[in-house]
T-cell receptor, first 112, second 114 residues
Framework: AQSVTQPDIHITVSEGASLELRCNYS??????LFWYVQSPGQGLQLLLK??????LVQGIKGFEAEFKRSQSSFNLRKPSVHWSDAAEYFC??????????FGGGTRLMVKP | GAVVSQHPSWVICKSGTSVKIECRSL??????MFWYRQFPKQSLMLMAT?????????EQGVEKDKFLINHASLTLSTLTVTSAHPEDSSFYIC??????????FGSGTRLTVV
């Protein structure tokens, strides 16, 4: 069965520092992978997605993610974090039936 | 882009009463709507998949008699939490998919049962 693991429950970075959020997946075929961001009490906003092709995917708000099949990873990165990036981040994989399986989420806190 | 409007944003109800949550697709037709539940500081768990005009498909462990899903039209899906209890307090989110825009999420409903 498909599964998604986000090893880091919380991450704190200083404003202006770089960021990397980890995501590992378990899936038999080439996965469709997503990163979403959720502000408190809000729905989810899509940051980026990977279906095929170039393994480095650019998203909104300056985020990017790299698909590494050999490591079963799809880590999210941002070169310089802004205070407004503080939120919950979810990695997800699409499974049969057009349904998403989410990772446990990583809460990002940004220090001034 | 595709927008899913979810109401109410938050609701407080007494234990034993029922609560209805609505999700409307505003500028597209949602053949399929997904309903998720999110407990505090946890991830989203798929509860059920609703298809317009047919019965919803529930994930294992989700009580279909407690969480009634109706998808009577291509633009409206509802989730009714019947005989709500404090353990049903959670954040409920709906989602629809379109070929062009992919997955679109509602803004969520915070349910508190007292």
């Amino acid at each position: 069965a498909q599964s998604v693991t986000q090893p880091d429950i919380h991450i704190t970075v200083s404003e202006g520092a770089s960021l990397e959020l980890r995501c590992n997946y378990s899936y038999g075929a080439t996965p469709y992978l997503f990163w979403y961001v959720q502000s408190p009490g809000q729905g989810l906003q899509l940051l980026l997605k990977y279906f095929s092709g170039d393994t480095l995917v650019q998203g909104i708000k300056g985020f990017e993610a790299e698909f590494k099949r050999s490591q079963s990873s799809f880590n999210l990165r941002k070169p310089s974090v802004h205070w407004s990036d503080a939120a919950e981040y979810f990695c997800a994989v699409e499974r049969a039936g057009n349904m998403l399986t989410f990772g446990g989420g990583t809460r990002l806190m940004v220090k001034p | 882009g595709a927008v899913v409007s979810q109401h109410p944003s938050w609701v407080i109800c007494k234990s034993g009463t029922s609560v209805k949550i609505e999700c409307r697709s505003l500028d597209f037709q949602a053949t399929t709507m997904f309903w998720y539940r999110q407990f505090p500081k946890q991830s989203l768990m798929l509860m059920a998949t609703s298809n317009e005009g047919s019965k919803a498909t529930y994930e294992q462990g989700v009580e279909k008699d407690k969480f009634l899903i109706n998808h009577a039209s291509l633009t409206l899906s509802t989730l009714t939490v019947t005989s709500a209890h404090p353990e049903d307090s959670s954040f409920y989110i709906c989602s629809a998919t379109t070929l062009y825009y992919g997955y679109t999420f509602g803004s969520g409903t915070r349910l508190t049962v007292v």
